[in-house]
Antibody
């Protein structure tokens, strides 16, 4: 079964650091595009970061310079290192795999599966 | 970044109703659009990708259409389990993937 399981969330003071983990089963993290998406309480979905299969990484402007996405191929696990946390980073964080399908006229993608989410609360 | 605007933001409907949710992109995204359903406390669930392709296992009462800047998600006959929040997502402008603000579908 293709599955993602996040861990590492919790209550952290402003300015603090936290590392989220996303353990994959049923597929290989390093062969896929993997993203983090967050959802503030009562709000919509916000893409945070992606790591491509080739290793390139990208970030939303709201977290650039503070968050780092990485993976451990031996553990088949995705990470999000979050530094200099702010109150506005409070959210449920989801990891997700980007799946692809090729057609004659193009390649299309979507996010599936998603992890169950882990809550990060930044508060003093 | 490409902005996605969903309408309506809130929808009240009854079991058996046909409902349509619209997602408009700030610039053309071809058919690089997916739709998700999210229930409270749960992760989003993929319904449709490539604007109109139904994900395996998703009931056929769900359908998607559109290309360019205007897209629709239609539920042909609402079932009790369909009351949830729906999001569109564009995957055209890499790496800056964006989501619509969501449409909350509630029981009338």
């Amino acid at each position: 079964e293709v599955q993602l399981v996040e861990s590492g969330g919790g209550l952290i003071q402003p300015g603090g650091s936290l590392r989220l983990s996303c353990a994959a089963s049923g597929f290989t993290v390093s062969s896929n595009y993997m993203s983090w998406v967050r959802q503030a309480p009562g709000k919509g979905l916000e893409w945070v970061s992606v790591i491509y299969s080739g290793g390139s990484t990208y970030y939303a402007d709201s977290v650039k310079g503070r968050f780092t996405i990485s993976r451990d191929n031996s553990k088949n696990t995705l990470y999000l290192q979050m530094n200099s946390l702010r109150a506005e980073d409070t959210a449920v964080y989801y990891c997700a795999r980007e799946a692809w399908e090729d057609y004659v006229w193009g390649s299309y993608s979507w996010f599936d599966p998603w992890g169950q989410g882990t809550l990060v609360t930044v508060s003093s | 970044d490409i902005q996605l605007t969903q309408s309506p933001s809130f929808l009240s409907a009854s079991v058996g109703d046909r409902v349509t949710i619209t997602c408009r992109a700030s610039q053309g995204i071809s058919s690089y659009l997916a739709w998700y359903q999210q229930k409270p406390g749960k992760a989003p669930k993929l319904l449709i990708y490539a604007a109109s392709t139904l994900q395996s296992g998703v009931p056929s009462r769900f359908s998607g259409s559109g290309s360019g800047t205007e897209f629709t998600l239609t539920i042909s006959s609402l079932q009790p389990e369909d009351f949830a929040t729906y999001y569109c997502q564009q995957l055209n402008s890499y790496p800056r993937i964006t989501f619509g603000q969501g449409t909350r579908l509630e029981i009338k």
